[in-house]
């Protein structure tokens, strides 16, 4: 599992290794002492047969999580390494977008208001885009992990980023995305979640100081048509995680897309 774990992941598989030591561990530990016995013609105790199986359970049962481990890590890198708009059609055209389409370092990711990484490593890509401006533009799709209005995830780690990301998308829409997203992520780390409050005061933030102008906004029907757009989309793709990242159509370790950005601008 560990050699095949190499070739099929194109890295090294820690646990799978770890899991390979436990179990020739094991079997130096359990195997010579048992065949010198069965050489001796010694009698195998019920105590003895207990603790038998006990250990091939141990080890059997180890085995399984090594193998579905390696099983959804390479389920990850397929899903991560198809090309976008080949194996699966996406939709960039009314996506929040920082810096110019037309350049040609092409940056999409799936990301979540609610998430931590997301937070971080948005900000470190849209630093890069920013810095590269002539060479490299971010697209952002969204992929809120609450059922919300993702209800085909396990549970909801991320409360209201469903909201979160009906206001980034109407502010998107009126021409402020990276106030937005600014916005919400300060709101994530200070701690105050994505309630009702939160996302009027995004209104005045983006320039809309009527209220009831910042709520119709909010429940337009094409904002949610682009989130949950968005969400089927992922969902077709498989993800497993947030943030997910693309760089002209091929999958790259999301926390690594700000220096693979800097270094491909700075390769042109």
Same mark, same amino acid.
Do not use: N
């Given at each position: 599992?560990?050699y095949?774990a190499?070739f099929?992941?194109g890295?090294a598989?820690p646990?799978c290794?770890?899991? #390979?030591?436990g179990?020739?561990?094991?079997?130096?530990?359990?195997?010579p002492p048992a065949? *010198?016995?069965?050489?001796?013609?010694?009698?195998v105790g019920?105590?003895?047969?207990?603790? /038998?199986?006990?250990?091939?359970?141990?080890?059997?049962a180890?085995?399984?999580?090594g193998?579905? !481990?390696?099983?959804?890590r390479?389920d990850?890198?397929?899903?991560?390494?198809?090309?976008?708009g080949e194996?699966v059609?996406v939709?960039v055209?009314?996506c929040?977008?920082?810096?110019? *389409?037309?350049?040609p370092i092409?940056?999409?990711?799936f990301f979540?208001?609610?998430c931590?990484?997301?937070k971080?490593?948005?900000r470190?890509?849209?630093?890069?885009?920013?810095?590269n401006a002539d060479?490299a533009?971010?697209?952002?799709k969204h !992929?809120?992990?609450?059922?919300?209005?993702n209800?085909?995830i396990?549970?909801?780690p991320h409360p209201?980023a469903?909201?979160a990301a009906m206001?980034? #998308?109407?502010a998107?829409?009126?021409g402020?995305a990276?106030?937005?997203i600014?916005?919400?992520f300060q709101?994530q780390?200070q701690?105050?979640g994505?309630g009702?409050?939160?996302l009027?005061?995004?209104g005045?933030?983006?320039?809309?100081d009527d209220p009831a102008e910042?709520?119709a906004m909010l /429940?337009?029907?094409?904002?949610?048509?682009i989130v949950?757009?968005?969400?089927a989309?992922?969902?077709?793709m498989?993800?497993h995680?947030?943030?997910t990242?693309y760089?002209n159509?091929?999958g790259?370790d999301a926390?690594?897309?700000a #220096?693979h950005?800097?270094r491909?601008?700075e /390769?042109?």
């Open positions: 599992t560990a095949v190499w099929v992941l890295k598989c646990y290794i770890l899991m #390979q030591a179990i020739v561990s094991l079997a130096f530990l359990v195997v065949w *010198r016995e069965l050489g001796r013609g010694v009698g019920g105590g003895d047969a207990v603790r /038998a199986g006990l250990v091939a359970a141990t080890v059997f180890v085995f399984l999580a193998d579905a !481990y390696a099983a959804r390479a990850l890198v397929r899903g991560a390494g198809r090309p976008v194996a059609r939709d055209s009314e929040i977008v920082v810096g110019d *389409r037309a350049t092409s940056v999409l990711m979540d208001f609610g931590p990484h997301c971080r490593i948005v470190e890509t849209v630093a890069q885009v920013r810095e060479a533009h971010l697209i952002l !992929y809120p992990l609450d059922r919300t209005c209800p085909e396990g549970s909801t209201g469903c909201d206001a980034g #998308q109407a998107a829409a009126a402020h990276e106030r937005a600014e916005f919400l709101k780390e701690g105050f994505f009702p409050m939160v009027r005061e995004l005045p933030r983006i320039g809309v910042w709520r /429940a337009s029907p094409d904002v949610q048509d949950l757009r968005d969400i989309e992922g969902r077709a498989k993800l995680e947030v943030p990242a760089i159509g091929r790259v926390r690594q897309v #220096q950005v800097r491909l601008a /390769a042109r």
